[in-house]
């Protein structure tokens, strides 16, 4: 079950082109079970009709303060009371400037100052009002006063202009989304004081300066169980391997390329760790030879001798047996064989393993987890990986504290 389900989700839509991308957000959240109210300035009315919002979350669609029936029965503050969440997206200049300054001029700004739930803004405008010192100014009083702003990214505007202004894609909105309910159920003390490992993307193998050998993960999985952990109190440190991520916050992060650099990186940090948890997707073979300079075409076929890797979660869990380990297992076959088999052949505490290929796994923003441990099996069913990561950390927790004993305990 995902984590928004049944979740009472106020979207607020202000008068700005990004708005073309709300159904899509909506269609998201509705999805994974979260009922969803929209409120929409008039502005927003001219760029998409409340019809398309209303036919999409099955309820009416809630655009005028001065709707003579709806405030009868006080609507703006049944609104503000429904929402355990209020996302605003796209939140315009315009908006922005006037929750800075406490405005209640229409129905979605009472409904902010009426409301205590937790108010999200996703900015969106053109480049240079973005970077206009007032518009600056106004982000940082909204931030000042507990608004959280998301974005702006920056990219091709329908200005037709280039830079930060644009608004960020409605499936982010919607792994945001998922992520700030999530962290609401997560106890933030169950790791609190733990120092907790994760190796997170794919590795790079070298063939000459322009090319190397990799493989399709995207980091996305293990980024999210990075958060998670964090979220629950953890100390966490991070080794990733390339990917086109942000840092979760307050992560320590280090960027590494080969699985030879993961393996050093991994093993150094590893010592000083209560939990090791190893998503990475390491290649298991790398070149023999890189070449120095960029090889030529003079072929029709081309061969490479490939050496074999060393085996990071291997030499992690026999180099630290007191370290609680947990390995990652991305299979296209066999899955619960492989999965067991790497679990003895390791020493790993646990093991979490997921199918790949056919838009399975890697390079999806949704997963689906089976974990074994001694006499043990957990099933999680497929979900987006923000809310599947927070499944997964309660259960390695609760899992750490029961072999608490055979490791070390608070007196030594």
Not at 70 to 81: D, N
Request: with cysteine.
């Amino acid at each position: 079950m995902s984590e928004l389900n049944d979740k009472k989700i106020l979207i607020g839509i202000s008068g700005g082109i990004a708005a073309y991308k709300v159904p899509e957000l909506v269609r998201a959240l509705i999805k994974q079970g979260a009922q969803v109210r929209v409120c929409m300035t008039q502005a927003a009315c001219e760029f998409i009709t409340p019809l398309t919002l209303q036919a999409l979350t099955g309820n009416p669609v809630h655009t005028n303060l001065l709707d003579l029936e709806a405030e009868a029965a006080m609507g703006h503050i049944e609104l503000a009371r429904w929402a355990e969440l209020i996302f605003i997206a796209p939140a315009t200049a315009d908006l922005m400037a006037r929750l800075a300054h406490g405005h209640a001029n229409d129905l979605l700004s009472t409904v902010c100052l009426a409301s205590e739930a937790s108010i999200h803004l996703a900015p969106a405008m053109n480049r240079v009002m973005w970077a206009n010192p007032a518009t600056q100014h106004n982000a940082k009083q909204l931030q000042q006063l507990g608004y959280t702003l998301h974005g702006p990214a920056s990219g091709e505007q329908a200005c037709g202009e280039v830079g930060e202004g644009r608004m960020l894609e409605a499936l982010q909105l919607a792994d945001i989304i998922a992520s700030l309910i999530a962290k609401k159920s997560v106890n933030n003390k169950a790791l609190a004081g733990k120092k907790i490992l994760i190796t997170a993307g794919p590795t790079r193998e070298a063939i000459d300066p322009v090319r190397y050998i990799s493989n399709r993960s995207s980091g996305k999985m293990g980024y999210a169980i990075a958060t998670a952990a964090q979220q629950m109190g953890a100390d966490v440190t991070l080794v990733s391997g390339p990917v086109a991520l942000d840092s979760p916050a307050d992560v320590k992060r280090t960027f590494v390329e080969s699985a030879k650099e993961m393996h050093a990186k991994t093993l150094s940090q590893a010592q000083h760790a209560d939990i090791f948890i190893a998503v990475a997707a390491v290649s298991d073979y790398s070149p023999a030879k890189v070449a120095d300079q960029k090889i030529k075409k003079s072929e029709d076929s081309m061969s490479l001798q490939l050496d074999y890797n060393p085996d990071i979660l291997f030499d992690v869990s026999h180099a630290f047996p007191e370290l609680f380990t947990v390995g990652f297992a991305a299979e296209t076959e066999q899955l619960k064989k492989h999965a067991q088999e790497k679990l003895q052949r390791k020493k790993l505490d646990m093991i979490v393993a997921n199918p790949v290929g056919e838009n399975k796994g890697f390079e999806q923003d949704t997963n689906q987890l089976e974990i074994y441990w001694k006499d043990g099996h957990r099933q999680l069913p497929e979900k987006d990986k923000t809310t599947l990561a927070v499944d997964l950390m309660k259960i390695i927790e609760q899992r750490y504290n029961q072999q608490r004993p055979l490791h070390e305990s608070d007196d030594e």
